[in-house]
């Protein structure tokens, strides 16, 4: 069982950065997928990156060139740079991990969730 929990979240200005963190117990298997999604109020949960055990990453088209997924496999641990941020990030964030699919299109194991909320 994989257990993930996430931590780094907060309010911040338009404009300004935030990193989360994501604590992974052990990574699903040799070959995984892991990665942050968000949801706010009223939306639908939305990718928004994904990186795989071969280091390949994926962003949704709204937070690239904004945002950095990135791991430290040492210590287990999934992060999420986030510049530049938008009222239109605040959301919460969840980490996820899953099968190594392709797109990583399948997490089976999520996190609780961090906010994060961004003023204009």
């Known amino acids: 069982q994989v257990q993930l929990v996430e931590s780094g979240g907060g309010s911040v200005q338009a404009g300004g950065s935030l990193r989360l963190s994501c604590a992974a117990s052990?990574?699903?298997?040799?070959?995984?997928?892991m990665g942050w999604f968000r949801q706010a109020p009223g939306k639908e949960r939305e990718a928004v990156a994904v990186?795989?055990?071969?280091?390949?990453?994926n962003y949704a088209d709204s937070v690239r060139g904004r945002f950095t997924i990135s791991q430290d496999n040492a210590k287990n641990i999934l992060y999420l740079e986030m510049s530049s941020l938008k009222p239109d990030d605040t959301a919460m964030y969840y980490c996820?991990?899953?099968?190594?699919?392709?797109?990583?299109?399948?997490?089976?194991?999520w996190g609780q969730g961090t906010q994060v909320t961004v003023s204009s």
């Open positions: 996820a991990a899953g099968p190594f699919v392709r797109l990583c299109s399948q997490m089976h194991y």
């Open positions: 990186i795989d055990s071969n280091g390949i990453k």
């Open positions: 052990t990574y699903p298997d040799s070959k995984y997928c």
